[in-house]
């Protein structure tokens, strides 16, 4: 019979989103043999699957950039990263020597986790709602033209709603619904759609109702802390921008240490397994927020703390300002 030959790499990363896709090439850049997982048929993560429209403004040297041109270039940077996608990693075991076992196909030297939140799923519009009505809700805008021409209602009051709304104003007659009168998102984006003809915030509302009627929607709201209070609008698709659930569960399975259902890292990204790192908005520790160029610096935390632990013999080679 002939002997299964397991696949052998310096690093595996499990999650192909931004903060994964820079670990991998930062990996590359330092000679690491480098293998990636994902669960979807796709890099990009979230940003690919809900908002490649996005334009992200946070990230260093752009001012402003569509989710799906920062996944483009940051893939264009992975030139030696195996990716394995459509493949979600059940299983991690550990050997005597402390290399991990990957789904008993894959031993690799060191584990990266940049999951994000995880399996996630949109938090759905909390109504009854029909085969045909639900036709007309959507929970992404991969698509903006769908959407052009006609009343659309956007649900939510945080930077998702709001960069929809401002994208679709140039097309389409735009409703901004929130529970609250403030908005979580860049104050800068809610001056700019208050000063839009065809932009308008209803705060503080929920929606209470749904009905379809000759392919159009009456959207029934309820005005927060009033109960006799309610408007009705007529539009023809809605968009729920109320965020995601997130599932760890496979992470407490592994035996790793989570903290409000995020990972617990060192200084060093390092988590409390042997050789299990992690980065990005999986992770959890004083003072962090969830942005896209933190995780970059998370990333290259995490790939020289692999780095001196796999080879203390080797000097590497930062790029840096100090002289």
Request: hydrophobic share 40%.
């Amino acid at each position: 019979m002939e002997e299964f030959l397991m696949e052998k790499y310096d690093l595996a990363i499990i999650g192909a989103g931004p903060i994964g896709l820079f670990a991998a090439s930062f990996a590359n850049l330092h000679g690491l043999k480098t293998i990636s997982f994902d669960a979807l048929d796709e890099v990009g993560g979230q940003i690919n699957m809900l908002y490649p429209q996005k334009e992200i403004k946070d990230v260093p040297a752009f001012s402003s950039i569509k989710g799906k041109k920062l996944v483009s270039n940051l893939l264009k940077q992975n030139t030696k990263t195996n990716f394995l996608l459509s493949h979600k990693v059940k299983n991690i075991s550990f050997s005597d020597d402390n290399s991990i076992l990957i789904d008993n196909a894959y031993q690799v030297k060191s584990l990266l986790i940049a999951t994000g939140l995880g399996a996630f799923k949109p938090k759905t519009l909390p109504l009854a709602i029909n085969a045909n009505e639900k036709s007309h809700i959507h929970y992404s805008m991969q698509h903006p033209e769908v959407f052009a021409n006609k009343k659309v209602a956007i649900l939510g009051g945080g930077d998702s709603a709001l960069d929809w709304a401002l994208e679709l104003s140039t097309t389409s007659d735009v409703f901004l619904i929130h529970r609250r009168n403030e908005f979580r998102g860049l104050e800068s984006s809610v001056t700019k759609l208050k000063s839009l003809k065809n932009v308008e915030l209803l705060t503080p509302y929920l929606p209470k109702d749904l009905h379809l009627i000759d392919n159009k929607m009456e959207l029934v709201l309820h005005k927060v802390g009033n109960s006799d209070e309610f408007i009705t609008k007529d539009i023809d698709e809605i968009l729920v921008a109320y965020g995601f659930k997130s599932d760890n569960r496979q992470l407490r399975k592994w035996g790793i240490k989570l903290e409000n259902n995020l990972i617990s890292v060192s200084q060093q990204m390092h988590t409390n397994l042997p050789n299990v790192y992690a980065v990005g908005d999986a992770i959890t520790y004083p003072g962090r927020v969830p942005m896209i160029a933190l995780g970059f610096g998370e990333a290259q935390i995490a790939i020289s703390s692999i780095m001196q632990k796999l080879f203390p013999e080797k000097t590497m080679t930062f790029h840096s300002t100090s002289i």
